[in-house]
């Protein structure tokens, strides 16, 4: 027997439910395409061998989320992928893994965020240090909804997080990116954060144009050292930093590269 | 719109499915009775604190509990406590909280693990530290998937689990308690692991009798001092561990005591 708020309800509990047991994917829509949809996909498979979750075939899927991108309206559309029915404790034993789908309207983002760059505040929050987890887009994200819950102050766009260690890894939603001289250096995240899929986009894009893109350890002080930082999602592209606390920074050439290609995706 | 599995289904998702963003409780029943629920809710109550969740009221759970632990041939009841509704972020703005109710029979144990006690092995999943999270027993569980996953074995009934610092901090399912000279001594909880109802119970009942009980860091070498190891959670009471790896204990005397409460309450 199950309920819900009291109520009488059918079927078992599905395992992303009782332990947050799969994966996510948050993927944007123009003009009712799935952008950076290989990528989605690709990563979701990743996160699957990953977690030893049999995934559908990434057709099936695909044709799910084409149809989803249908949906008058719709602005994004949000996939998740769960070990699948549970109810018997932790081992992953379960039958056949469930997707979830979404369609969204897009969230209403002012274009000066785009256009002029985003405040930004720095979360206390720290992410725990998860060698085995890190990089994938799992539904264990409760550290994220503890440090989104620190502001409600509508004029700032994201918090940034570090690690427990204090190494700069992520904001709540987005990937990082500071400009250091001429190079562009974007956290390391093979032991906490999201290898999101703009991020990995962008970083290619930077490469193949022959910038010099490193990944690796950051201390936020070095922020205090960037000509530009800015912040990527597969929803929002790319938004400057404009301030941080006491450090301000122009929207520079980096983000603005960033959204050529964004927009041309 | 909403999908599930390819299905069009109704409703938004919730965001203990998004997230992870809840809690939860595994409560027995015996003869009908749910044991040890003033612990449970009190758990679950200082939980929704931690994470802001607003509960419903205490006597509406206990009393949609009771409702559950008559279900004929129910041996547990599962509640779950969620933020409640979501899909626009990790912003924890949502309105009221959803609980999830399941009745389920109790799993089938070797009487053995109980009387003789059980075998366990070290895993190699470790847990992170986090802080703000540890003790709660919350919705975030990939990493005891990843080490429940670890084995197949249905002779080895539980696994325990370090942190990434190599401390010993729990089974997957399970409290650790050890017995070293005169003294019980089990792992402290303020940076991974969850404070189990049974741990707590049993805590004060040996307080209680005037024996001394210490939380505490642990390194898993302290095992091989050990004159008795036992795991103790809310369905299963509490199992010797007879061997692990290399070492092995008697079923002894704090266990024992330990059997006894629990087959009172």
């Given at each position: 027997?199950?309920?819900?708020?009291?109520?009488?309800?059918?079927?078992?509990?599905?395992?992303?439910?009782?332990?947050?047991?799969?994966?996510?994917?948050?993927?944007?829509?123009?003009?009712?395409?799935?952008?950076?949809?290989?990528?989605?996909?690709?990563?979701?498979?990743?996160?699957?061998?990953?977690?030893?979750?049999?995934p559908p075939p990434?057709?099936i899927v695909?044709?799910?989320?084409?149809?989803?991108?249908?949906?008058?309206?719709?602005?994004?559309?949000?996939?998740?992928?769960?070990?699948?029915?549970?109810?018997?404790?932790?081992?992953?034993?379960?039958?056949?893994?469930?997707r979830?789908?979404?369609?969204?309207?897009?969230?209403?983002?002012?274009?000066?965020?785009?256009?002029?760059?985003?405040?930004?505040?720095?979360?206390?929050?720290?992410?725990?240090?998860?060698?085995?987890?890190?990089?994938?887009?799992?539904?264990?994200?409760?550290?994220?909804?503890?440090?989104?819950?620190?502001?409600?102050?509508?004029?700032?766009?994201?918090?940034?997080?570090?690690?427990?260690?204090?190494?700069?890894?992520?904001?709540?939603?987005?990937?990082?990116?500071?400009?250091?001289?001429?190079?562009?250096?974007?956290?390391?995240?093979?032991?906490?954060?999201?290898?999101?899929?703009?991020?990995?986009?962008?970083?290619?894009?930077?490469?193949?144009?022959?910038?010099?893109?490193?990944?690796?350890?950051?201390?936020?002080?070095?922020?205090?050292?960037?000509?530009?930082?800015?912040?990527?999602?597969?929803?929002?592209?790319?938004?400057?930093?404009?301030?941080?606390?006491?450090?301000?920074?122009?929207?520079?050439?980096?983000?603005?590269?960033?959204?050529?290609?964004?927009?041309?995706?």
């Amino acid at each position: 027997m199950r309920w819900l708020d009291g109520i009488a309800v059918a079927g078992p509990l599905d395992r992303g439910l009782e332990f947050g047991d799969g994966l996510f994917e948050t993927i944007a829509l123009l003009d009712g395409r799935a952008r950076l949809l290989e990528r989605h996909l690709a990563r979701l498979a990743a996160g699957a061998r990953r977690l030893s979750i049999t995934p559908p075939p990434a057709s099936i899927v695909a044709a799910e989320v084409a149809r989803a991108a249908a949906t008058p309206g719709a602005g994004l559309v949000k996939l998740i992928l769960t070990r699948g029915d549970g109810g018997l404790g932790y081992a992953p034993a379960a039958g056949e893994a469930h997707r979830h789908l979404l369609a969204l309207p897009a969230r209403p983002r002012p274009p000066a965020w785009g256009e002029e760059g985003v405040l930004a505040r720095l979360c206390t929050t720290r992410l725990a240090e998860q060698p085995l987890l890190a990089g994938l887009k799992h539904l264990n994200r409760l550290e994220q909804v503890l440090a989104r819950g620190e502001w409600t102050d509508p004029a700032i766009a994201e918090g940034l997080m570090l690690d427990v260690q204090g190494r700069l890894i992520c904001g709540t939603m987005t990937n990082v990116f500071m400009v250091l001289g001429e190079e562009l250096v974007t956290p390391a995240l093979n032991r906490a954060g999201v290898r999101g899929v703009m991020r990995g986009a962008l970083i290619e894009a930077f490469r193949a144009e022959g910038v010099r893109v490193t990944e690796r350890d950051v201390d936020p002080a070095e922020l205090a050292l960037a000509r530009e930082v800015f912040l990527t999602n597969a929803l929002i592209g790319a938004w400057p930093v404009r301030a941080l606390a006491a450090l301000a920074w122009p929207a520079g050439p980096f983000a603005r590269r960033a959204q050529a290609w964004v927009g041309a995706w």
